[in-house]
């Protein structure tokens, strides 16, 4: 056993108390037929999500997000994929439940919005009966009543005209309406935990802002629970509790949004922040990529699989992976972290992200 699987369960105190809804615990995922190599896509990941609260899995593409997130829905194709760890939703080990028990589950208590809207509405059926169908499977009403309803959960996430768009079909709106249909398809069954997988990264970043703020207005009247998988610090700036980094499978670093803002240890989280689009950073200036490609992973084993692309990495880093630890109020899997007092800490990062332009406020 590593020393990895000792430590992770000490998760830094949660936003909000109370038992967690959603407890995610030394989880890994990997694919490969019989005969074939096994990749590892997500390797001993712990989290937990307590009701109300809103966690974040930040990570570039390829990390192992999306991996983690239909893990936790029971969506991972059954053939060539093998999973290990614990996932706990309410006291139930959804690792184990009867299939029939875990689709009545999905829709009802855990709901899902996915990057791209097209394809996860039938293109051949009206918005107004896609809507209405979920709202008759969750509640005893007519047929006129779920119409009603599902007009005002169209006015809810901000679609003008609902009574015209209820007889449209999908094609007929644009990306940032049909996520906001989508948003409410899945909060209209007033789930207890919306994991939005990338919902607004196919938007363009205006209307990107304007369904964010939807999101987080519908979760927060419906209390529900949200787990916000995303490639982009910025996102999770305005919207989450506690957030965790996520590396090539791993998580790297996790704790409340306000310490990883104020004061991000682990290179890989400094440089998620020095790339997130700044309104208030003048026009013109270029943003900070993180050097090198997320492809450009050591394997977790050999020493630390950020250390290729790390301007932190010495030696020990190629040798010697790194185990997840608490380091104060967090938890931190790194051998040369960034210097606290050092690390250009935007502390008032989240609160600038939200800003206009000084130009667009005149
Ligand atoms: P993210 O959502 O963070 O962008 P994913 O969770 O989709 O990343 O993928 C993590 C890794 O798992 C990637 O390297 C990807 O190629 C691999 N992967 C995902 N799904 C499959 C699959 N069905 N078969 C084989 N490899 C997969
Ligand atoms: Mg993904």
């Known amino acids: 056993m590593s020393s990895d699987i000792l ?29 074939q190599k096994r990749v590892r896509a997500v390797d001993q990941v712990s989290f937990d ?71 996860s509405l039938n293109p051949v059926v009206r918005i107004g009966v896609q809507l209405s169908e979920v709202v008759s499977r969750h509640n005893q009403v007519s047929k006129s009543e779920a119409r009603d309803r599902a007009g005002d959960l169209l006015r809810k996430v901000g679609i003008p005209d609902p009574v015209r768009r209820l007889k449209e079909y999908p ?31 196919a938007l363009d970043v205006t209307i990107q802002a304007q369904v964010l703020e939807v999101l987080k207005e519908l979760v927060a009247d419906t209390q529900a629970a949200l787990l916000m998988i995303t490639h982009d610090l910025g996102v ?25 803002f104020a004061e991000p240890r682990h290179p890989y989280t400094g440089g998620l922040l020095r790339s997130i689009p700044r309104l208030d950073t003048p026009r013109g200036e270029p943003l900070v990529a993180i050097p090198g490609s997320p492809t450009n992973t050591l394997p977790w084993t050999q020493g630390c699989g950020f250390a290729p692309r790390c301007p932190n990495a010495q030696d020990d880093c190629r040798t010697v992976p790194p185990a997840l630890v608490e380091q104060g109020p967090r938890l931190l899997r790194c051998h040369h972290p960034l210097d606290p007092a050092a690390a250009s800490a935007p502390a008032e990062l989240a609160e600038a992200f939200r800003k206009p332009r000084p130009e667009e406020t005149s």
């Open 7 to 35: 430590v992770q369960g000490d998760v830094p105190p949660p936003a909000s108390g109370g038992q967690p809804l959603l407890t995610v615990k030394d989880l890994s995922v990997e694919f490969g037929l019989r005969g």
């Open 171 to 201: 094609h007929q709106l644009s990306g940032g309406m049909r996520q906001r249909v989508l948003i409410a398809i899945a909060l209209a069954c007033e789930p207890r935990l919306l994991i939005a997988d990338e919902p607004t990264t």
């Open 49 to 119: 999500i307590r009701p109300g609260e809103h966690v974040g899995l930040v990570g570039e593409s390829g990390s192992g997000k999306s991996v983690t997130s239909l893990a936790i829905m029971g969506l991972l194709p059954k053939r060539g994929s093998h999973v290990s760890g614990e996932i706990t939703y309410a006291g139930r080990d959804l690792l184990t439940l009867p299939r029939s028990d875990m689709s009545k589950l999905r829709g009802n208590d855990i709901a899902m919005v996915f990057q791209d809207p097209m394809t």
């Open 236 to 260: 999770v700036a305005g919207l989450c509790d506690r957030v965790n980094v996520m590396y090539s499978g791993r998580i790297v670093e996790s704790t409340t949004r306000d310490v990883l």
